[in-house]
């Protein structure tokens, strides 16, 4: 699938959490793979991530993934610094639909309000910008921040696989939610 062309705003607007942190999405740029190589390799990072960074991720396929295979991914400035991962993947246009994921991956901006500002600018750009209809996600439930932000931007449950992953000795449930175009701009900020 060809990479989706990142909107004019995509680049260079200096974005800010209700703390007053400010954040920027940018295109990936290949001084981010080491970082997000290292980021990956972090188990208190990757323990709650997909099935396939559980094992070592080469540089080479992060380079990949970043810059040639990603549909709608920007890395996440913040302080200065590239801190993390946000995309929209596995698109399918004919539904209007895609997943979407996001990666914080230096542990300095945890807890600032960072994920949920920029989830939220994630669907208004696949709202606003892309036109999707639906955008997917879902979450490990031992993993309560990834909850709470779903919660907070306003994600639907829509399942749950039970059994679904094997994180730190124990199979743990995977939590589905939605968030649909039409619920866009109904939510409350906390």
């Known amino acids: 699938?060809?990479?989706?062309?990142?909107?004019?705003?995509?680049?260079?607007r200096r974005l800010e959490t209700q703390t007053g942190t400010q954040f920027m999405l940018r295109p990936a740029r290949g001084e981010d793979v080491l970082p997000y190589t290292a980021f990956l390799a972090d188990p208190d990072v990757a323990v709650w991530l997909d099935d396939t960074v559980q094992r070592p991720v080469p540089a080479t396929r992060v380079e990949a993934i970043l810059l040639h295979e990603a549909w709608s991914l920007w890395s996440i400035d913040c302080e200065g610094r590239f801190v993390g991962v946000a995309s929209l993947y596995e698109p399918d246009l004919v539904l209007g639909a895609a997943r979407f994921s996001i990666v914080l991956g230096d542990k300095r901006v945890w807890g600032k309000g960072l994920g949920t500002a920029i989830t939220r600018?994630?669907?208004?750009?696949?709202?606003?910008?892309?036109?999707?209809?639906?955008?997917?996600?879902d979450y490990l439930v031992p993993n309560v921040a990834s909850k709470v932000l779903h919660e907070r931007v306003g994600f639907v449950e829509e399942g749950r696989l039970r059994d679904d992953a094997w994180r730190r000795g124990e199979w743990v449930d995977r939590v589905l939610l939605s968030f649909l175009s039409r619920e866009y701009g109904n939510t409350t900020d906390d």
């Open 1 to 12: 699938m060809n990479r989706l062309p990142l909107p004019d705003t995509a680049a260079g």
């Open 121 to 137: 600018e994630v669907l208004h750009r696949a709202f606003s910008e892309q036109g999707l209809r639906k955008i997917k996600s």
